[in-house]
């Protein structure tokens, strides 16, 4: 109304006009100084959030100030054409110097910004007015000339391959102008000179096919840039309703051919082989560019750019090349910083085109065979079809050999696929194609063939993705998917326990287990608690049969051997059995982590699980959960209790606390169960550490496990202040041990990686602690600084050892600043440096740098 529009006149005079008036001519004397970019950033807020009147105002009153400065552009190519004519290289250089490539660069800069608010002004426009757009465009105006300045720029940035604060500033300013500017109102002459910068773009961000590896940061940076324009110039040309001719007002038709004929080049570019393999540290520009294209457009925008590169992995996957990943990799590069449209246009492709169901079909099929292969296949077909009836309708594989080959050779391929296209299965729209996943997997549970079981592997751990990838899955899938995940959880259970089976498979399977049973409700499960079905069923026979073989397999061990060949045999026999032990123990902590995670009636079975655990590993001997059978461990010998590192019957007691340490690490679940594992269990381990105090041998691996898992995993306050420091002293006796024997743990071939694990373990806890509660070790420095220099220098240092050296390190270095125990820290500071010093020179630079930065550390301690 009239009135109100009076009372605040006054205010829009103060705030805008004047300031306008006051502030506008920094910017068209220094825009680069502190005053004039402080304006800008002023006068683009004013017009993001103002209202139509204010960025009106703000346009006119700071776009010709801007294309002022910008105007020595033309300046320099009149000058430009008078050196080129009298050629004189002195006149050149004054030429250069004569432009202020900083003030020009701010002011294109300011034309950006002002350009962007543009975008933010109209988009609050059409919300407020029920998507209206305005007419005439506030840019209507100033578009040409900002265009013509930029593509000057551009040129010579192209030609000349200067790249500096100018040309990228003009590059944001082009991106700006494509995103924000109403693009059909420019001339024939302005699209000339942007196809031609596009053009020059394109050479530059797609040539070397798309990827570079040692360039400068300038030149990564105008890359980057280049990239982001060309993806706008995919986005605004495409930007139109799949079925309609009729442009939107950011475009125009021949913008729209320009991007319809450079999308095929960057696709071509993007799906084109790694030039000498894949390299983690190669970047890819023309990934970028259809990354950007997704992220500003139409869904039917992203649906042409995901079928293409479908299309290309499909195609990939039919030939017999060495390293054919390129369009999966871009694919999943897309899907990461293309938007969450990308997911969704992956996942509701449909025929005649390429679907993801026809791109598991491909990963399933044999790798394409050679002619001479093909060949002697052929021949025997033949002869297999004289027979038409009777028993020849069971075709029978050629050679069982061949067919495991050629299944195992399909199966690396797929899982050579399978890292790049799992992101794919967990962006949130992959919920739509769980029920294909679901119908594909479930028929071939439990696999009778290796052609199943390359189902599986590639089946398995997309399903796994979906069913991780948000707790909504469960609540959006239909009640029949539900149904069937749930009948498939005795399946999923004896795949995932079985050693006959690939690994990768196993654990994608435990891991749909998990996310079925944690989501399943009790009212739909028809046979009681599934937990303690799946414990009498699966996990019992097959953890008594793993125990039986172990004591026999120690047993044998300890009896001597004649020949050479029998020793490696039994070895090879004791790693199989003892992996067995390891997955039936790991399995029984899913399920408990599962149990406790689901709390309520279940909170008992987790209850029996943890207890189970617990005493296996710290007693050897408990009750299996349900049931009345003792499951018992191998009993160490005296003299194996006093080295445990050597002898396998120690190692095996390690496997329960790595089981208890998995159930404490899973993060579902309410705030509780935690804290009533803890409960339950440190009972039963003070208990073990009391009766393990009065023996002068090292502490028992099983307890020194259980021990450090509970310091990793659990808060300070939770454990309680007196239950730490009486589990404190297992913690540095274990320490010390391990610090006395790192000869075995680096020369020794062990039946399993689980001692030197747990030696990382040690020092994990011990740096949680250095950290939370300093104050509790106070007492063990004198000993904590010499076990961990003996640590950090093995006297053969090997590969497998340097990230324990690494945590090592991490430790010297955070008790250095222990606040309670300066005086120790400066009675050990010489030997310290000294250690240090000698470790300099390590192989591994990683390792290197540690040691200069722990070195520096304790040589300025003062």
């Not at 402080?38 to 105002?57: D, H, P, W």
């Not at 608690?529 to 019992?540: E, G, R």
């Not at 001692?755 to 007492?779: G, N």
Request: net charge negative.
């Amino acid at each position: 109304d009239t009135s109100s529009s009076k009372s605040t006149a006054p205010l829009w005079e103060a705030y805008v006009v004047d300031l306008l008036r006051h502030l506008t001519p920094a910017l068209g004397s220094a825009p680069q100084g502190m005053h004039g970019r402080a304006s800008t950033a002023l006068f683009a807020s004013m017009a993001a959030e103002g209202g139509l009147m204010t960025l009106n105002k703000v346009i006119d009153g700071c776009y010709p100030r801007f294309l002022g400065v910008l105007s020595l552009l033309d300046e320099n190519d009149k000058c430009k054409e008078t050196d080129e004519g009298e050629s004189s290289p002195k006149s050149r250089m004054s030429t250069q110097k004569t432009r202020d490539e900083e003030k020009m660069a701010a002011a294109m800069r300011g034309i950006a910004a002002l350009i962007s608010s543009c975008r933010v002004a109209l988009q609050k426009w059409q919300r407020d007015n029920e998507g209206v757009q305005l007419h005439p465009h506030p840019l209507r105006n100033y578009i040409a000339s900002a265009i013509d300045k930029i593509s000057i720029v551009l040129s010579e940035s192209g030609v000349e391959h200067e790249v500096g604060s100018l040309s990228l500033a003009a590059i944001g300013a082009l991106e700006s102008v494509l995103t924000s500017a109403d693009l059909s109102i420019l001339e024939e002459r302005d699209m000339a000179s942007l196809e031609k910068s596009f053009s020059l773009m394109s050479c530059t961000a797609l040539g070397g096919d798309g990827a570079t590896v040692d360039d400068s940061s300038k030149r990564h940076e105008w890359k980057m840039a280049c990239a982001r324009v060309l993806g706008a110039v995919i986005s605004v040309g495409l930007r139109q309703d799949k079925g309609t001719s009729n442009a939107t007002t950011s475009s125009c038709g021949r913008m729209n051919n320009f991007a319809r004929s450079l999308l095929p080049e960057v696709l071509a570019s993007a799906t084109s082989p790694l030039q000498g393999g894949p390299n983690l540290r190669i970047t890819r520009y023309d990934w970028m560019v259809l990354a950007g294209a997704c992220a500003n457009s139409t869904s039917h925008v992203n649906e042409q750019i995901v079928s293409e590169l479908l299309s290309s992995i499909m195609a990939e996957l039919r030939t017999s090349g060495t390293d054919h990943r390129a369009a999966a990799m871009a694919l999943s590069y897309v899907v990461h910083h293309g938007g969450p449209n990308v997911g969704t246009a992956f996942h509701s492709l449909s025929c005649p085109g390429p679907t993801p169901n026809d791109l598991l079909e491909a990963l399933c099929k044999p790798l394409k065979r050679g002619p001479f292969e093909d060949s002697m296949v052929r021949e025997k077909e033949v002869v297999t079809r004289q027979l038409q009836v009777g028993m020849s309708a069971l075709q029978l594989p050629v050679s069982r050999a061949m067919d495991e080959e050629v299944a195992n050779d399909a199966m690396r391929r797929a899982y050579s696929f399978l890292p790049f296209l799992i992101p794919v299965y967990e962006c949130p729209s992959s919920i739509s194609s769980c029920n294909n996943l679901v119908e594909f997997v479930d028929p071939i549970m439990p696999p009778l063939s290796e052609w199943d079981e390359l189902k599986l592997c590639v089946g398995l751990p997309l399903l796994a993705a979906i069913l991780n990838s948000s707790s909504q899955v469960y609540r959006l899938l239909d009640s029949a998917t539900l149904k069937t995940l749930r009948s498939m959880i005795t399946y999923l259970a004896q795949f995932s326990i079985s050693s006959d089976h690939d690994t990768h498979s196993r654990s994608a399977a435990a891991s749909c287990l998990f996310s079925v049973v944690f989501h399943s409700n009790g009212d739909d499960e028809r046979d009681g608690n599934v937990i303690q079905n799946l414990l009498k069923k699966v996990v019992s026979p097959a953890l008594t049969n793993a125990l039986d073989c172990l004591s026999k397999e120690v047993t044998d061990a300890a009896t001597p051997r004649a020949s050479g060949c029998l020793i490696e045999t039994s070895k090879q026999s004791m790693q199989s059995t003892f992996s067995r032990v390891e997955d039936a123990l790991s399995f029984l902590g899913l399920l408990g982590s599962a149990a406790a995670c689901k709390g309520g009636p279940f909170s008992q079975t987790s209850d029996k699980i943890v207890s189970f655990l617990i005493r296996l590993a710290c007693t050897g001997a408990s009750q299996f959960p349900f049931s009345e059978t003792t499951l018992q461990l191998v009993i160490p010998s005296e003299m194996e209790q006093k080295h445990p590192l050597l002898h396998t019957s120690s190692h095996a007691y390690i496997l329960p606390a790595s089981a208890f340490g998995s159930m404490l690490s899973v993060h579902n679940g309410g705030p509780f169960w935690r804290q009533r594992l803890t409960h339950k269990t440190l009972p039963v381990l003070l208990k073990a550490l009391q009766s393990q105090a009065k023996s002068p041998d090292p502490p028992a691996m099983g307890t020194l496990t259980v021990v450090c898992h509970m310091i990793c995993c659990l808060p300070v306050s939770l454990l309680g202040e007196s239950n730490v420091k009486q589990i404190l002293p297992t913690l540095i006796a274990g320490l010390v041990y391990f610090s006395k024997n790192t000869d075995v743990l680096t020369r020794t071939e062990m039946t399993s990686s689980k001692p030197t694990d747990l030696l990382s373990i040690i020092l994990a806890a011990l740096v949680k602690i250095l950290r939370t509660s300093p104050e509790d070790v106070t007492k063990f420095v004198g000993i904590i600084i010499p076990c961990l220099l003996l640590l950090c220098s093995p006297t053969e240092p090997c590969e497998r050892y340097i990230p324990k050296q690494l945590i090592v390190l991490q430790c010297l270095e955070i008790i250095a600043a222990h606040p309670q125990a300066r005086n120790s820290m400066l009675r050990e500071k010489d030997q310290v440096v000294a250690v240090l010093s000698a470790v300099v020179d390590h192989p591994s630079l990683i390792v290197r740098n540690a040691v200069v930065q722990a070195r520096n550390v304790w040589y300025t301690l003062e």
